[in-house]
């Protein structure tokens, strides 16, 4: 019977294999496509109802324009076919998302760091790209798996529920996030900042801004990266020797771009 289940397991964890885009990595994705967009369009529309919407509008035309701009270079690109939407929150927070299926969210505190169109395009197609990439739908097949490891793993050590055992499956589960869901995650950025790069050159903004903008955002960040092999991000010094080393394929995108608007605009006015 447990060789069967495994035989089972197995081959739905097979079927549930797909491609990332451009890096060419398979990632095991269990969760449907529709579910989990249903599931961030709830999120959405809660976030909305929670946060204050800008109402600046030369700021959200600006976010509207380059959103815009990177979400047509991922259609060109990738196909995704989501369900598009955008918008800009008063949050005095350096941050934005893009949850499953194309909703994005850009926080007003994250425009003093991008400091350009350019440098907003790097953000947002990153953000993009998580999506495109499926990245939410893989860490929740993870978690799932994890899930099962650990149910299976207490039913072979069938100890009861003494001392013993559940300190055994707190280490198990503590292993299996430091050496397996936290180094996905950061494989996860490290896709992002790369397929982001791609889609910031084809909407016709100068990739060579991207290193530059995560400088920035470390200073922004100083002092709270905690050690790479606890975090959920690559060190701020990989991630922007990555991307110098992606700049190169990034240009030619850029060269060949339909249109090509250099840093764009500058987002905060001076005074």
């Known amino acids: 019977m447990c060789k069967f289940f495994v035989q089972l397991v197995v081959t739905a964890l097979l079927a549930a294999c797909a491609t990332v885009p451009h890096s060419g990595r398979t990632q095991i994705n269990l969760v449907s496509d529709a579910e989990l967009n249903r599931l961030a369009a709830q999120s959405f529309k809660e976030i909305l109802k929670k946060e204050k919407i800008c109402a600046d509008a030369r700021l959200n035309a600006l976010v509207d324009r380059v959103a815009g701009r990177i979400i047509r270079a991922a259609e060109e690109m990738d196909m995704p076919g989501f369900d598009w939407e955008v918008r800009l929150i008063e949050k005095d927070e350096a941050n934005a998302f893009c949850l499953p299926g194309g909703k994005i969210v850009v926080y007003t505190g994250l ?49 009861g529920s003494s001392p013993e055992r559940r300190r055994l499956l ?94 764009g605009e500058k987002l905060i006015m001076d005074d």
Request: charged share 20%.
């Open 170 to 263: 707190a280490a198990i589960g503590l292993g299996a996030n430091v050496g397996i869901i936290l180094p996905f995650s950061r494989r996860h950025e490290e896709e992002a900042d790369e397929i982001g790069l791609f889609y910031m050159a084809r909407a016709g903004y100068d990739p060579s801004g991207a290193p530059g903008l995560w400088a920035r955002m470390k200073k922004t960040f100083s002092g709270k990266e905690p050690p790479v092999w606890l975090s959920t991000h690559p060190s701020s010094a990989a991630r922007m020797e990555n991307l110098r080393s992606l700049l190169p394929q990034a240009m030619e995108i850029y060269r060949n771009a339909p249109e090509q608007y250099g840093i």
């Open 111 to 159: 425009l003093k760091t991008a400091e350009n169109e350019a440098g907003l395009a790097a953000v947002i197609g990153h953000e993009v790209a998580h999506a495109v990439a499926r990245h939410g739908a893989e860490r929740m097949s993870q978690e799932l798996i994890l899930s099962g490891a650990m149910a299976l793993g207490a039913i072979a050590l069938d100890a």
